[in-house]
């Protein structure tokens, strides 16, 4: 298989920054505003782009030596921490990396702001920001405004917000508690979503805490809490029983359960539910036995029999694909509105116990589907065939996140 970072011919009419006035007509008296108004859309630092500055950044799980490199120039530059990476998440512009003294914060210089009729496509200088030491840290979660790393031992999360990590502060400016376990708190609409472990060390619920770490919304019930993702829709945390969906509306939270079919008719529950930023539709293995997929919009459940296990699955989002990456190296499409497999092509090395599991990520165009045994990371076109657009070798592909998004 062929391997290239050629840039999309259509990345050579980038570096061409928007006014950053384009998104707003000037008003009667623009001409009179002072020369020191900042335009719409400003950030200090930043420079405006005409689309967004993708990229992936690739990591060595063993080492947390890793790789930033861009889809739209091919270049790459030195990313990643010292050490063993647990996990790493991306919320805005920054990587957070899981490590064993904390949480190590990377500026990958790329980032997308949305203001819900129209977006920003930002760019900066990548480079590390120094390190979130936060003890024992688990999961963390971000809605672009904060960002919240619990710490599985304390019992607590630590926030941070991005206004303070833009300028160099790593100070933390809140803290949500609960009780010691492995739980995560979703920052969401200025408030956060905290689970809790009522009489286990298990997270089994999710309370909805203000700014002040007072409660309110009380339990909502969700056994196995094992992920959560944010839709348009709400925030959607994966249940042992089904999906739990909390909503906002004004400072108004509610709580609904959108629950398996049948009790899931005997088949195992989706512990990882992945999407495609923006969209209402999740995707995740259902063990051995296949797919399930969650239209959170329309509070459905759809099971999709797939002819081997597979290891990741992600959804597109446009009601007709959904994508698994199988252990025996194939990638599958499948239609959640019929249940049918569309296609399915060699693509990975087949999974081993010890080795690391593929990632299958999702944007508006294509899917980045890592390849670890390989050290590759492949683009597909899932809009024909699933044809392999590019691939690139890289380091590692141990942990692969998209960035610019």
Request: aromatic share 6%.
């Given at each position: ?23 707003s007509?000037p008003?009667?008296?623009a001409a ?19 689309e ?70 930002y ?29 599985e ?23 949500i ?23 286990s ?10 700014a ?40 108004t939270f509610?709580g ?17 539910l ?13 063990g051995?036995?296949?797919?399930w ?15 081997v296990?597979v290891l990741?699955?992600?959804a ?11 252990v025996?190296?194939?990638?599958l ?5 019929t ?5 399915q ?5 087949p ?8 990632r299958?990520?999702v944007?508006?165009?294509?899917a ?38």
């Amino acid at each position: 298989m062929p391997r290239t970072t050629t840039p999309r011919t259509a990345a050579l009419l980038l570096a061409v920054p928007l006014l950053l006035s384009a998104c707003s007509a000037p008003g009667p008296d623009a001409a009179s505003a002072p020369e020191t108004a900042e335009p719409h859309g400003y950030i200090a630092g930043a420079q405006e782009n005409s689309e967004p500055q993708t990229g992936l950044l690739t990591v060595n799980a063993a080492t947390g030596e890793g790789q930033l490199l861009s889809l739209l120039t091919g270049e790459s530059s030195a990313a990643g921490t010292e050490g063993p990476v647990n996990a790493a998440y991306r919320d805005g512009r920054y990587a957070l990396m899981a490590t064993g003294a904390g949480v190590d914060l990377f500026d990958t210089g790329a980032w997308t702001v949305d203001h819900g009729e129209h977006k920003h496509y930002y760019s900066a200088e990548p480079g590390s920001v120094g390190l979130l030491q936060v003890p024992d840290a688990g999961a963390v979660a971000g809605d672009g405004t904060s960002i919240a790393v619990f710490s599985e031992t304390g019992g607590y999360a630590a926030v941070y917000r991005h206004k303070d990590l833009d300028a160099g502060n790593l100070t933390e400016s809140a803290r949500i508690t609960t009780t010691p376990h492995a739980g995560v708190v979703v920052p969401y609409q200025g408030h956060f979503l905290a689970s809790v472990a009522t009489g286990s060390a298990a997270a089994n619920g999710v309370e909805v805490r203000d700014a002040g770490d007072a409660v309110v919304l009380g339990r909502q019930d969700c056994p196995g809490l094992a992920g959560h993702s944010a839709t348009r829709a709400g925030i959607v945390f994966a249940c042992s029983d089904g999906a739990l969906l909390v909503r906002g509306d004004g400072g108004t939270f509610s709580g609904e359960k959108i629950p398996y079919p049948d009790g899931g008719a005997g088949r195992p529950p989706a512990t990882h539910l992945e999407h495609r930023p923006g969209s209402n539709e999740l995707a995740g293995p259902a063990g051995d036995a296949g797919v399930w997929h969650l239209d959170a919009a329309k509070r459905k459940w759809t099971f999709l029999p797939t002819p081997v296990p597979v290891l990741a699955a992600s959804a597109v989002g446009d009601g007709r694909r959904v994508l698994a990456a199988g252990v025996d190296g194939s990638l599958l499409a499948m239609n959640p509105a019929t249940g049918a497999l569309e296609a399915q092509v060699p693509l990975l090395a087949p999974s081993t116990p010890a080795g690391a599991v593929p990632r299958v990520l999702v944007d508006t165009s294509r899917a980045y589907v890592s390849d670890p045994a390989r050290s590759a990371v492949h683009e597909i076109d899932y809009a024909d065939g699933l044809r392999v657009a590019r691939s690139f070798d890289v380091p590692a592909a141990d942990i692969v996140l998209e960035t610019g998004l």
